[in-house]
């Protein structure tokens, strides 16, 4: 028979997996406790948005706090590689030994050049690889003026408008032939070899030709290890959750939920209140209470998968970036603020780096939120400011929150 639990216990279940469970360590973070953390969190989502921080460097913090962005600049840019781009959730860091498995299910032909004429592709795919095995890593403008490519491009509504050699150096990317090296300043990605990155030790790359045929051992193989990992950093899900973090297909992550179960590294339970079949990883810790506190990015692991957010903490949850300013409810940029074992607020946040201060643009209770959320939030807040650089908080009067949390700050 299945083992009953509560919905209180499926969350702390949930926190203790992604390491927000307890309050975060106390002393300088070193890289192995970030480390750590990558490898607990298995992939952490990428996005350009800097309107805060580039939202791959705000999960750490979460659970480490005022760590050095450093450390993750020479994970995934130093040999051996600790972290690697690929599409997982969506642009992602991995952990390189996801990259194969990868490779083998994810299908993102609509972001480079699938559709392109195959002449033309292969004639700019080879000029590239070419290139990039003979030179050091460059970026989609330095191969373009490289390569001598000129074209009269018109602005339509395709994508980003982005000229031949992007389109054809996302679409090796997507193949897996090609990755980013390291980023910018200008976070755009300077391209090499997947084979230059690739710690030693793992599998070359292989092509998705051939490799997801029905009943191929390679791929049932590969779709199980990543549907271990996503149970392993989630704790306790149903199937589409699991699916959901790499961004597998549903049908075959069912399978693999299923063959999971009869290899012992997954258990089937009941979550009251939670309808939907559940599945418990054998790994997973059961604290019997949660202290720590966070601010959750808007693309953190904890909240990729909005229903499942919604029937564990009962947070409904939606990102406003483009949604139109006077219809926005909350914010543009917001982040969940999580207290003990509950999403307790949300605040709209902005770093202005000329003026120093971490602005609070709105901050809003949730209905039961208790009554520390303010002074906690206030020294989370100052945290942040303090990671990033920053040397004041300001707190504006919009939201129910606000009034209480910028008394709270402002008492220090």
Not at 156 to 182: C, M, P, Y
Not at 280 to 305: I, K, M, N
Request: with cysteine; glycine share 6%.
């Amino acid at each position: 028979m299945a083992a009953s639990l509560s919905l209180s216990q499926a969350r702390r279940i949930a926190l203790a997996a992604q390491g927000l469970d307890k309050e975060r360590p106390t002393g300088p973070v070193t890289s192995r406790a970030v480390g750590r953390t990558f490898a607990r969190l298995q992939v952490v989502q990428i996005d350009s948005v800097n309107v805060l921080s580039r939202s791959h460097y705000l999960p750490f913090f979460s659970r480490l706090g005022n760590y050095d962005r450093s450390i993750l600049h020479a994970m995934a840019s130093r040999s051996p590689r600790r972290m690697m781009e690929y599409w997982a959730h969506e642009a992602s860091f991995i952990r390189p030994e996801h990259f194969q498995d990868l490779l083998l299910w994810q299908n993102r032909a609509w972001v480079g050049a699938a559709h392109l004429e195959h002449g033309i592709r292969e004639d700019m795919a080879n000029r590239i690889l070419h290139t990039l095995a003979t030179a050091r890593p460059m970026t989609a403008a330095q191969l373009t003026a490289h390569l001598g490519h000129q074209e009269d491009r018109q602005h339509d509504n395709w994508g980003w408008n982005w000229n031949l050699v992007k389109r054809v150096l996302e679409h090796l990317f997507e193949e897996g032939l090609v990755t980013a090296a390291s980023r910018t300043e200008q976070f755009e990605r300077r391209y090499t070899l997947t084979s230059r990155v690739l710690p030693p030790g793992l599998p070359e790359v292989v092509a998705r030709a051939g490799a997801l045929a029905a009943g191929s051992e390679l791929s049932t193989a590969a779709m199980d290890r990543l549907i271990d990992a996503a149970a392993q950093a989630h704790g306790i899900g149903t199937i589409r959750c699991f699916a959901d973090y790499f961004r597998t297909p549903l049908k075959a992550a069912a399978a693999s939920v299923g063959r999971l179960v009869d290899a012992g590294r997954l258990e089937p339970v009941t979550v009251r209140g939670w309808d939907r079949a559940v599945y418990r990883h054998v790994e997973a810790r059961a604290p019997r209470a949660a202290t720590g506190r966070a601010l959750l990015s808007p693309f953190d692991s904890l909240v990729f998968e909005r229903k499942r957010l919604e029937e564990l903490f009962g947070f409904h949850y939606r990102i406003e970036i483009y949604t139109p300013a006077e219809k926005r409810k909350f914010g543009y940029y917001v982040l969940p603020f999580l207290l003990r074992d509950a999403v307790v607020a949300r605040v709209d946040l902005k770093a202005d780096r000329s003026a120093k201060q971490l602005l609070v643009r709105a901050a809003h209770a949730e209905p039961d939120a208790p009554a520390d959320s303010a002074v906690e939030l206030a020294a989370e807040l100052r945290l942040m400011a303090q990671w990033l650089g920053l040397d004041d908080v300001v707190v504006s009067p919009r939201g129910d929150l606000s009034p209480a949390l910028g008394a709270a700050v402002a008492r220090g």
